[in-house]
């Protein structure tokens, strides 16, 4: 029931957008999003639940369309401290495990 | 307040030999979850305490087991090591878990990145 996340890594200028996508084969009931820069622990970005509006975090703003079990995360004006791999994490109903998908890989050059 | 923390920070282990990783929680989260992260594999569930008792567990093998103690801290231990078993293991402490309380955020450790030889 691992999530998939696409694109796999993506290169960005600054000031540029991103958007990254997490699908589910499992119905969702919440998406939770990290963000892990290289050698560091992956930090909490924002929960989305089932039925709940769309969540920011600075310049950093996410949806969560239950009809097509899937999240996006959308990334605008992205900034150098931007850089890092994205993990969407999904909880299911009926499991009580968070999965995570296998991340997405961010580059924003100057 | 003080962040997760987890002991030793790097290990060198040998195939067959067996090991004891250590994470402290967020003081007042009784939650604690294991990771096993290796590249390209994003981030595998091993298994969540909750107030001393094993709420979860991860499609891993019985190598792998732990434990948690009444101050919340945790322990992880990986019995009859694998060159497979070489990873980052991190361990993330929220208030309530995620199991059954899905809207909680995890508070990751630095991990501890695990060689075997």
């Known amino acids: 029931q691992q999530p998939v996340q696409s694109p796999q890594a993506v290169i960005l200028r600054e000031g540029e957008d991103a958007v990254i996508n997490c699908s589910s084969s499992?119905?969702?009931?919440?998406v939770h999003w990290y963000r892990q820069k290289h050698g560091e622990a992956p930090v909490f970005l924002m929960i989305l639940l089932k039925g709940g509006e769309q969540m920011r975090h600075e310049k950093i703003s996410a949806s969560f369309n239950e009809k097509k079990q899937q999240s996006s995360l959308y990334l605008t004006a992205s900034q150098l401290s931007y850089s890092g791999t994205y993990f969407c994490?999904?909880?299911?109903?009926?499991?009580?495990?968070?999965?995570f998908g296998k991340g997405t890989m961010l580059l924003v050059s100057p | 307040k003080a962040g997760v923390t987890q002991t030793p920070r790097y290990l060198i282990k040998t195939r067959g030999q067996q090991v004891t990783l250590s994470c402290s929680p967020i003081s007042g989260h009784r939650s604690v979850s294991w990771y096993q992260q290796t590249p390209g594999q994003g981030l595998q569930f091993l298994f969540e305490?909750?107030?001393?008792?094993?709420?979860n567990k991860g499609n891993f093998p019985g190598r792998f087991s732990g434990r948690q103690f009444s101050n919340s801290r945790s322990e992880m231990n990986v019995s009859t090591l694998e060159l497979g078993d070489s990873a980052l293991y991190l361990c993330?402490?929220?208030?309530?878990?995620?199991?059954?309380?899905?809207?909680?955020?995890?508070?990751f450790g630095p991990g501890t990145r695990l060689t075997v030889l």
């Open positions: 993330a402490s929220s208030l309530n878990g995620v199991g059954g309380k899905p809207y909680n955020e995890q508070f």
């Open positions: 499992k119905a969702l009931y919440s």
């Open positions: 994490g999904t909880f299911n109903s009926g499991y009580s495990t968070l999965t």
């Open positions: 305490y909750f107030s001393e008792t094993q709420r």
